[in-house]
């Protein structure tokens, strides 16, 4: 009877107002996000951090202090774990967060508490990134080593085009694409795709996440039959002095609301409820819109426990347990991207949708 070990890899969020300092100061202090040297990126992420709670405070009050994040990643879990169901062995899916509880140490003691036969990480990052997934896996190869784990393991690096991921937004987006043109009277939306931004500097160093997000925007355009030009991409969550990639969503809905057209927001990059999506696109952004003289502003629900997509992520699963060597490229991105592939990274088993 074999013992299967899944590892959720996610970002993590406060839980309660008093997590939200230290919550920003890891955030910070990673060398995947922060890219300075020690001491100075420790007294840089303090100070930053100091700065940002009182803003951060205010955007999680209107969740009542603190995040759903880690709610909606048990959900997640308990339903990929009912999805899994081995009938000759046993799985258990766990969560190890980035940057608040549970953290990787944490997560990396109950599984080896577990005693698996094999292990597999799972990112809950549909497209790779060196500030996302990259930090994840480095966190957990700590984690696991202190906590002594030796069971194989086998890495997921993304899945930006899989088909249950791809299937359960297309389904979530018809529905939203038909409230908009309801509201609207018929009139087509305009049909914003959204993900959270990155700085201008580590997407042309290398980092693959933004041709991946691309990619998960041409296959769901495809899945819902938009011809090209039919939807943009913008990107979310901006922060700091530093140049990020564009075009901001902020900017594409003041376009659209300038030109009176529905507007129509799909989180392309996000697969659960928090911060940036309640707060962010469900009250700024919909304040701003509103502000610029949009009548019609609807926002798609992210993927959360979709039954496409918890299926998209036990094959995900199956095809890294089924994996015997360090690549399985399936997809655009990573024959594009050669060696700054993430599946590539050696001495890691990855496979990739």
Known sequence: MSRLAVVLFNLGAPDAPAAIEPFLFNLFNDPAILRLPQPLRWTLARLIARRRTPVAREIYG???????????????????????????????????????HPLSQAA??????????????????PQYSTTTT???????????????????????CC????????????????????????Q???????IIFTA???????AKGGDPYVGQVED?????????????????????????????????????????????????????AFVSEHSETLVELDITYRELATARGARVYVRVPTVGTHPDFIAGLARSVGLARASRRPVLAIGSSCGALASRCPCRIPSEETVSQ
């Open 108 to 125: 990396a003691r109950e599984v080896a508490a577990f005693e698996p036969d094999e292990i597999v990480l799972l990112p809950l990052y």
């Open 216 to 268: 998960t925007c041409r296959a769901l355009a495809s899945r819902l039959g938009l011809a090209a030009g039919a939807w943009e991409l913008g990107f979310q969550s901006r922060v700091g002095p530093l140049q990020w990639v564009g075009p901001g969503t902020d900017e594409l809905i003041v376009d659209a609301a300038a030109k009176g057209e529905p507007i129509l927001l799909v989180p392309v």
């Open 184 to 190: 609207g009277c018929g009139a087509r939306p305009r």
């Open 196 to 202: 959270h931004g990155l700085p201008l500097r580590i």
């Open 62 to 100: 209107h969740l009542g202090g603190g995040s759903p994040l880690l709610a909606n990643t048990a959900a997640q879990a308990a339903a990929l774990e009912k999805a899994l169901a081995p009938k000759d062995g046993t799985a258990r899916v766990f969560i190890a967060m980035r940057y608040w």
């Open 134 to 156: 990259a930090s994840s896996l480095a966190a957990w190869r700590r984690a696991a080593a202190d906590a002594g784990l030796a069971a194989p393991t086998r890495a997921v």
């Open 159 to 182: 899945y930006a085009p899989e088909e249950g991921f791809i299937a359960a937004l297309a389904d979530l987006a018809r529905l939203g694409l038909a409230e908009a043109e309801r």
